[in-house]
């Protein structure tokens, strides 16, 4: 596909997509192939800042304010880390610009054109090469929330939320089939998603 590509991973909270990340980026380390990996919201150390601002547990910041602050540290990203290495490392992502549209339009009902627009008007042309989509059903995710120790103001929304942020996001895969791989944490077993995770990873690096 790409020799360094832009690789995301999305899925609400306990889909597993930061453990997809992580068997990624180890491995990444085993063939020596050159990466930087970051999470959105937080990256550089003001976008770390602007997520401590609106996820910490006592953060009243309404919707639009949090949008503003998504794409304040995704602009930062864009700027200080992903034109650096752009073509130059394989770029990870722990969510992106799918995040802003599954939980501020599909899950909150801000405006998607506007989210568009300002995408666009962030990053240009600039679209990630491929997506993985972790996704997880209501039974998974109680029992997992439960074994969090650090819950933050966006793990803590009902589950009719995430039921419509999963659907956004599986809305999205589904109209652009060629660059989403779903995983699926419910039907398959860690070692499985890790061979398709990893499958799929070598075909993006041909
Ligand atoms: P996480 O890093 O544990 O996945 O938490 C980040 C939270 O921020 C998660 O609930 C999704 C949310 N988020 C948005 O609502 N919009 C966005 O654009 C991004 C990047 C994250």
Redesign the pocket.
Known sequence: MSKNPIIVFEG??TSG??TSLKKTIKYLKKKKIKYISF????GTNLSEKL?QL??NKKSKLNNKT?LFL?MA??SENFDKIIKKNYKKKVILI????D??L???HY?MGLDKNLILRMNNFLLGNLKPNFTFLSIVNKKNMLKRLKLRKNI?K??NFNHNFYNKVQKGFLKIALTNRSKYLILDSNKDSLKIIENKLINKINKILK
């Open positions: 609400i909270e997509k930061s999470r959105e919201p937080g997520r609106m996820l949090d998504f540290s995704r722990d969510r992106f610009i995040s802003t599954a939980y501020q899950g933050n966006y793990d």
